[in-house]
């Protein structure tokens, strides 16, 4: 009997034991596993990159010391066939911000101090790069030896090391290697600064580099054009974009002087770059700019996109209506009327007015027709949150994309449908193009937008959604409006669309069968920013309209 309550009393303890433990390893991994790791703190990150052999790469070090001091060397390249000139080893310094740095300690603590297994020290794939990876921390070290890609956590993190070798070898470039290497790398960093400023048709970057870190280098390009100055003018285009994104004020003046260059690329380069500026003091450097004979538009363009500012000056020149810029500014005016940053001011229609008679034609059609916009187009004073180009949405701020469609019978809005919405982090998406078809007795279209953005060299996929909606077989579509199509009468195609945070028509067709409308099909959108009402997509009260341009007389 007493054995029994024995063994009673310490299996019941055994439970008691039992669950402690595993209520303990719950918590622990709860904590182990609840987000990311706060990361690992070392002493020294060092990396070999050897590239499968090539006498054209170069094999570079990198090394990181707990204070954020990076200091990179490029081991050059021997001279090659075809008279190609050796470059030289050299090696550059600089400290990573502290994003980046939290960011490696993460990555080192994903690896377990890279004591994690799940690395490869044979390549799967061809031409492989040979990374060799030591951590130094706590008087301890430890190595690693990869071969070509790998799979996580050990992607992530030569993605870093990668992120950093191509911002230093950059430089490297720029400043050791012959002139066609230096016109990829310029050529590179003016579609990535053009994507950045929201330039359509411009690559994401890939890698998510310091331009900081080419100041001091592109300083001496605009100080010294004429000795940077190639066939297409990209060193010195990259030069300006870079400082002028960088908000380098040292070179502001130099850019200045570059808005009146002979090189039509380089000219048109610091025209924009002045607008991106923003300052008052060199308005009039793109007024002078503007009065070159045999220059497009550029010049009239920033003053319009600068606001303000610059509205004493564009109202002095249009009212004189004399030189080159006078009619440059109305084209434009008619070229960007839906991407004006705001109403036109009354000192702009008063000083078009005064120059209209001034010259004859064609300068006073184009005057003229200003006047129609103004009085049949006006601009909405609600504030220009972003503009669509064709299928580019750029956000000048942090805003949500919210869109959706909606169909109208007998004049009333009938059902409607939420697109998927973007993040506020998303400054710049790519939509899905509406274009709605019929087939088979169903009205199908689909909505979405991509992110631009590389994430550790690769974007994530599409968001979009399909919808199909039942129509009378036999049934045609008919395209009625596309706010990206517009056959404007002056003869140009306008297709750029301010975006503000009021609904906005996007596109709208009709369902017809039998010369009858059986539907209208619509597809809107608008910018919300984190304050604004409205975050979600609903149908407006009443169906949206659009007005089209009045004729052009002339």
């Not at 993190?157 to 002139?179: G, H, K, M, P, S």
């Not at 099909?521 to 009402?533: E, F, Q, S, V």
């Amino acid at each position: 009997m007493a054995t029994n309550w024995i063994r009673a009393r310490l299996l019941r303890y055994a439970r008691y034991a039992l669950s402690s433990v595993l209520l303990l390893l719950a918590v622990g991994s709860a904590f182990l596993y609840s987000g990311q790791p706060q990361g690992m703190d070392f002493d020294t990150f060092e990396c070999r990159s050897e590239p499968f052999w090539s006498p054209q790469q170069e094999t570079e070090n990198l090394v990181v010391r707990s204070d954020g001091t990076c200091v990179y060397r490029n081991e050059g390249r021997p001279a090659g066939p075809n008279g190609f000139e050796p470059w030289p080893a050299r090696t550059y310094e600089h400290t990573i911000d502290s994003e980046k740095m939290a960011r490696l300690k993460r990555l080192l603590a994903q690896t377990r101090g890279l004591t994690h297994p799940d690395y490869r020290t044979q390549a799967i794939h061809t031409h492989p790069t040979t990374y060799t990876i030591t951590l130094g921390f706590d008087g301890q070290t430890r190595q690693i030896v990869c071969e070509g890609q790998q799979p996580e956590p050990y992607s992530t993190l030569i993605w870093w090391i990668r992120t950093i070798a191509r911002q230093e070898r950059a430089l490297y470039v720029l400043q050791e290697a012959d002139e066609s290497e230096r016109f990829n790398i310029c050529r590179d960093l003016t579609g990535e600064i053009g994507h950045l400023r929201g330039e359509t048709g411009r690559m994401a970057p890939v890698f998510d580099v310091d331009y900081r870190r080419y100041v001091p280098e592109f300083l001496s390009y605009v100080t010294a054009p004429e000795a940077h100055l190639d066939k297409d003018g990209y060193q010195l285009i990259a030069a300006i974009k870079v400082l002028a994104y960088t908000r380098s004020e040292a070179a502001y003046n130099d850019i200045a002087a570059l808005a009146l260059h002979d090189n039509d690329s380089v000219r048109r380069a610091a025209v924009t770059a002045l607008g991106d500026i923003g300052r008052p003091e060199y308005i009039d450097e793109l007024v002078r700019a503007g009065e070159l004979p045999f220059t497009d538009e550029d010049s009239a363009w920033t003053l319009i996109r600068m606001g303000d500012i610059a509205v004493p000056a564009i109202a002095e020149v249009l009212a004189a209506n004399r030189g080159e810029l006078a009619y440059k500014l109305v084209r434009a005016y008619i070229n960007h009327w839906d991407e004006l940053p705001g109403p036109v001011d009354e000192q702009i229609i008063d000083a078009v007015r005064v120059g209209m008679s001034k010259r004859g034609d064609p300068y006073d059609a184009y005057y003229g027709y200003v006047l129609d916009l103004a009085r049949a187009r006006p601009i909405e004073p609600a504030p220009m949150l972003g503009r669509l180009d064709y299928r580019d949405l750029v956000c000048y701020g942090p805003s949500t994309f919210v869109h959706g469609w909606y169909t109208i019978v007998d004049g009333r809005i009938d059902r409607y449908g939420v697109a998927p919405a973007t993040d506020t982090a998303t400054g710049h998406l790519m939509l899905k193009v509406f274009e709605p078809e019929i087939a088979e007795g169903t009205l199908r279209f689909t909505v979405g937008w991509t992110d631009l953005r590389y994430v550790n060299g690769r974007r994530k996929d599409p968001l979009e959604q399909t919808v199909e909606l039942p129509v009378p077989a036999g049934s045609q579509l008919e395209t009625d409006y596309v706010c990206y199509r517009r056959d404007m009468p002056t003869g140009t195609y306008g297709n750029v669309v301010r975006i503000t945070n009021a609904y906005q028509l996007l596109w709208q067709g009709r369902v017809v069968k039998d010369g009858r409308d059986v539907l209208t099909l619509a597809y809107t959108g608008k910018l919300a920013r984190p304050t604004d009402a409205g975050q979600e997509f609903s149908a407006p009260r009443r169906p949206l309209e659009w007005t089209d341009p009045p004729p052009f007389r002339r």
